[in-house]
């Protein structure tokens, strides 16, 4: 079995100043989407309706409120509501850790209606722009969590060639686990991008490109929660059908992408007038 190279958390340190790792991940998935994005609204799609570079940016900068604020009061009311009902000042302290990433798609949702409004462009026409931009920062936020090793896999059979011991998890003897990070790394992350960037390359009804997205994502974690270790104070025994937190919250996704998709191609398939 392999076990995790624990990684310094702090790639370059410079006096008083450090920088993470997990921050260079943040500022390689904004990178990448600012590349993405950038190529998007040169399609002919996109730059016939006025799209253009400055619009990247502005969406970006509400998109990054909508992350932070979004994933962090996500955190907080999904997974530790009564904690942090008692401890208000606490939902504050980001540096403790803790986001949650269908909060931040929340937050995201939110920016996106608001940016919409102001730029009196359509909900659906923002999502569907930006969501083949998304994938490959999830995938930025996944090597961040396996860099430091946390958010680690249940046990996995000590003869699979990639089980992996993570001495973060304090287990009594060396545990071989699966190292779900990279699971969803390629899961949400490359499989995603792939599907997307690949179905919207085509003009395409208002709606699927972002239907297909909350249907690939809710899919891909349904599927790797089954590998990841659940939190400690979330533990499954006494859950009904013993579904992590993440499971439950990324139904939901499944549901509404199907539907919305379902939605999007009969409205364009309707006769005008």
């Given at each position: 079995?392999?076990?995790?190279p624990?990684?310094?958390?702090?790639a370059?340190?410079?006096?008083?100043?450090?920088?993470?790792w997990y921050?260079?991940?943040?500022?390689?998935?904004?990178?990448?989407?600012?590349?993405?994005?950038?190529?998007?609204?040169?399609?002919?799609?996109?730059?016939?309706?006025?799209w253009?570079?400055?619009?990247?940016?502005?969406?970006?900068?509400?998109g990054v409120?909508?992350?932070?604020?979004?994933?962090?009061?996500?955190?907080?009311?999904?997974?530790k509501?009564?904690?942090?009902?008692?401890?208000?000042?606490?939902?504050?302290?980001?540096?403790?850790?803790?986001m949650?990433?269908?909060?931040?798609?929340?937050?995201?949702?939110?920016?996106?209606?608001i940016?919409?409004?102001?730029?009196?462009?359509?909900?659906?026409?923002?999502?569907?722009?930006?969501?083949?931009?998304?994938?490959?920062?999830?995938?930025?936020?996944?090597?961040g969590?396996?860099?430091?090793?946390?958010?680690?896999?249940?046990?996995?059979?000590?003869?699979?060639?990639w089980?992996?011991?993570?001495?973060?998890?304090?287990?009594?003897?060396?545990?071989?686990?699966?190292?779900?990070?990279?699971?969803?790394?390629?899961?949400?992350?490359?499989?995603?991008?792939?599907?997307?960037?690949?179905?919207?390359?085509?003009?395409?009804?208002?709606?699927q490109?972002s239907?297909?997205?909350?249907?690939?994502?809710?899919?891909?974690?349904?599927?790797?929660?089954?590998?990841?270790?659940?939190?400690?104070?979330?533990?499954?025994?006494?859950r009904?059908?013993?579904?992590?937190?993440?499971?439950?919250?990324?139904?939901?996704?499944?549901?509404?992408?199907v539907?919305?998709?379902?939605?999007?191609?009969?409205?364009?398939?309707r006769?005008?007038?």
């Open positions: 079995m392999l076990v995790h624990q990684f310094d958390p702090i370059v340190k410079i006096g008083p100043l450090a920088i993470h921050g260079i991940t943040y500022l390689l998935a904004f990178g990448l989407f600012l590349l993405l994005a950038s190529r998007r609204v040169r399609m002919p799609q996109h730059a016939a309706v006025g253009t570079r400055q619009d990247v940016d502005d969406v970006l900068f509400y409120l909508g992350v932070v604020l979004g994933g962090r009061l996500g955190y907080c009311l999904f997974y509501p009564d904690y942090y009902l008692h401890n208000l000042t606490e939902v504050f302290a980001v540096w403790k850790g803790g949650s990433f269908h909060g931040g798609l929340l937050g995201v949702i939110a920016a996106m209606a940016f919409g409004r102001m730029r009196r462009r359509g909900f659906f026409e923002v999502a569907d722009l930006i969501a083949p931009c998304v994938p490959t920062g999830l995938a930025a936020g996944r090597l969590n396996f860099i430091n090793g946390e958010l680690w896999g249940r046990p996995a059979p000590s003869d699979l060639p089980a992996m011991v993570f001495p973060q998890a304090n287990d009594p003897v060396g545990v071989a686990r699966h190292p779900s990070q990279i699971y969803q790394f390629l899961g949400e992350g490359v499989f995603l991008f792939v599907l997307l960037w690949l179905f919207a390359r085509k003009p395409r009804a208002t709606g490109i239907a297909l997205f909350l249907t690939g994502y809710g899919a891909q974690r349904f599927v790797t929660e089954f590998f990841r270790q659940p939190d400690d104070f979330l533990p499954l025994d006494g009904w059908l013993h579904l992590s937190q993440g499971q439950w919250l990324s139904l939901p996704m499944v549901l509404a992408g539907l919305m998709f379902a939605w999007a191609t009969r409205r364009n398939q006769p005008a007038g």
